[in-house]
């Protein structure tokens, strides 16, 4: 299920997790990506996917033409 979550949105929610966790903001990721929806909400699974995919398309490399 897709929420169309801002980017701005999905670092909020990834913040507090981080907060509430005490881990660094990388090592929340990797958390997430080990433990996925085992461990987290629905809500911080959508807000790793955007950011991941957000992330991706910004450092894409652009085709050159």
Same mark, same amino acid.
């Given at each position: $299920? #897709?929420?169309?979550? *801002? @980017?701005?949105?999905? @670092? &909020? @929610?990834? /913040?507090? =997790? #981080? &907060?509430?966790?005490?881990?660094?903001?990388? /090592?929340?990721?990797?958390? @997430?990506? *080990?433990?996925? #929806? $085992?461990?987290? &909400? =629905? *809500?911080?699974? /959508?807000?790793? &996917?955007?950011?991941?995919?957000?992330? +991706? #398309?910004?450092? +894409?490399? *652009? =085709? %050159? %033409?």
């Amino acid at each position: $299920m #897709r929420f169309n979550m *801002k @980017i701005t949105t999905a @670092i &909020s @929610i990834l /913040e507090k =997790e #981080r &907060s509430f966790l005490g881990l660094g903001f990388l /090592e929340v990721l990797q958390d @997430i990506q *080990k433990h996925g #929806r $085992m461990v987290y &909400s =629905e *809500k911080t699974m /959508e807000a790793f &996917s955007v950011f991941m995919d957000e992330g +991706a #398309r910004l450092f +894409a490399l *652009k =085709e %050159e %033409e």
